[in-house]
């Protein structure tokens, strides 16, 4: 192990050394020779790399946080698996190298040039392009989270090959434009209007889903996305790919079609086939390295709008024998099952004196900003309340007054049998479409410091109760 000091300042040569989990902290590091040094599973925190050479070099399983690469020499580099969080890449070129696997979270590309690289599964989220030419990569299952492009050309028969980036194309027309080998700067209008009908009769052809259903979510045609997803995944299980499969469940997620139950049953098919107990240990392998990450991806919904909320329930006797019915008509109220995107929703109530309600909700950053203010209205606590930026055109008037008026038969039913709920905390996460100043906010009860030891508790004496919304049927 290779531990360099903080705040260091580095010009050395290290050709063909072992610098593994090598730990750099506040650095500058320039003109230094990394040419086939290994430099796996390294960490490197507000370190400043200039004009480095690195051919050939092992930078796999690493850590960059803020810091900064440029160099006037060409990167040969494998960074498998690797993360940059708030990392800037300026004026470097990356060629032949091999980004598999990797996250870049908060980086900024400015001029940077890549060619004849694998980027397969790699997440760019909220990352900035700038002046860049990618015309000649290859896109295949990169995802493309919340990107910001300007002056950048991608390569337009790679686009529907990639996850977020086709919607992203149509809804920014004027920073970006497609090329190929053949063709430089075709517009997003001359690609919607002319490329586009041609790759989708092409992938309708050769039965390519994945780019197929990818176009159809771009156009919000969700029908079409939803029976050509459908297609590919009976494909795809019937083929034993699991690598593509997990690609595929990412696109299933992303498209919010498919609800919690399905997205159930679809894993217990997977499950189903498993090849445990064939003898193509090949086939056995690339089951036992994708399963959890094929898991992971179907049910991890940390990346969608969430709301948690919890109530302290005060009661007389009378209201004893209802609560149970109330928690149901909360969980109902919660799904929105008449909106177009129904939310997940799940209760934890404890057991204690007094009763704590905790509502966790799953679902549309719309979804959320509407529920939020009508549960809010349900406490005796006057909480300070958030202004959000909502589309009222998601919202069908008839599902709108409908969930207004359960919200004031559930008030009602509080009241009569004696059951008074008070807001003791809410969050929200993933919400920034919704908010006007792109923080996630939190409120908390001040008042409800006495009972801190039961908000905290680590889940003895309290039970669930778990729904999940209905859309579509996977069979």
Same mark, same amino acid.
């Given at each position: ?309 919890? %109530?302290?329930?005060?009661? =007389? ?5 209802? &609560? !149970?019915? $109330? +928690?149901?008509? #909360? /969980?109902? *109220? @919660? ?20 009763? %704590?309600?905790?509502?966790? =909700? ?5 979804? &959320? !900003?509407? $529920? +939020?203010?009508? #549960? /809010?209205? *349900? @406490? ?40 008074? /709920? ?54």
């Amino acid at each position: 192990m290779s531990i360099l000091s903080n705040k260091s300042i580095i010009k050395k040569n290290f050709k063909d050394k072992s610098l593994n989990h090598t730990n750099l902290k506040n650095s500058d590091i320039h003109n230094s020779n990394f040419d086939n040094a290994a430099l796996t599973g390294s960490y490197f925190y507000k370190c400043d790399f200039a004009d480095c050479k690195m051919n050939m070099t092992d930078l796999e399983y690493c850590e960059f946080y803020n810091c900064s690469l440029m160099s006037k020499h060409t990167v040969v580099c494998s960074f498998n698996e690797s993360n940059f969080l708030d990392t800037t890449f300026k004026d470097i070129t990356f060629s032949c190298c091999s980004f598999s696997g990797s996250l870049f979270e908060n980086c900024i590309f400015d001029n940077v040039k890549i060619e004849f690289t694998t980027l397969e599964n790699v997440i760019f989220r909220n990352c900035i392009f700038r002046n860049m030419d990618m015309k000649v990569l290859n896109f295949n299952f990169v995802e493309f989270d919340n990107p910001t492009m300007k002056n950048v050309i991608l390569p337009l028969e790679q686009i529907p090959h990639a996850i977020g980036i086709l919607k992203y194309c149509m809804s920014k027309p004027d920073e970006v434009t497609l090329g190929s080998d053949t063709i430089t700067n075709l517009s997003i209008t001359d690609y919607i209007d002319k490329v586009l009908p041609l790759l989708e009769e092409e992938f309708q052809y050769t039965k390519e889903y994945f780019p197929l259903a990818n176009i159809y979510l771009a156009r919000s045609e969700y029908q079409k996305a939803f029976d050509t997803l459908h297609s590919g995944l009976e494909d795809t299980i019937q083929k034993r790919d699991f690598r593509t499969l997990k690609f595929y469940c990412k696109l299933i997620v992303q498209s919010q079609w498919f609800s919690s139950r399905d997205l159930h049953g679809f894993y217990s098919s997977i499950c189903r086939l498993s090849p445990c107990g064939n003898n193509n240990n090949s086939l056995t392998r690339s089951y036992i390295r994708n399963i959890a990450e094929i898991k992971n991806i179907l049910f991890d919904s940390t990346r969608k709008s969430s709301m948690h909320i919890t %109530f302290l329930a005060e009661y =007389v006797s009378k209201g004893v024998n209802r &609560i !149970g019915e $109330l +928690l149901l008509q #909360l /969980l109902g *109220l @919660s799904r929105m099952e008449n909106f177009q995107f129904p939310n997940t929703s799940s209760i934890k109530i404890s057991k204690n004196s007094p009763l %704590f309600i905790s509502l966790d =909700v799953n679902g549309c950053a719309e979804n &959320i !900003g509407y $529920l +939020l203010p009508e #549960l /809010l209205s *349900l @406490s005796d606590e006057h909480c300070s309340n958030y202004q959000f930026k909502l589309n009222s055109n998601i919202f069908e008037e008839k599902h709108y007054g409908q969930h207004k008026t359960l919200i004031d038969k559930y008030r009602t039913s509080c009241a009569e049998f004696g059951i008074t /709920l008070t807001i003791v905390e809410y969050y929200l996460e993933n919400c920034e479409d919704i908010l006007y100043d792109k923080e996630n906010i939190y409120y908390y009860n001040s008042d409800m410091v006495k009972y801190s030891n039961l908000l905290t508790s680590d889940g003895a004496g309290e039970w669930n109760i778990i729904t999940a919304s209905k859309k579509g049927n996977f069979s």
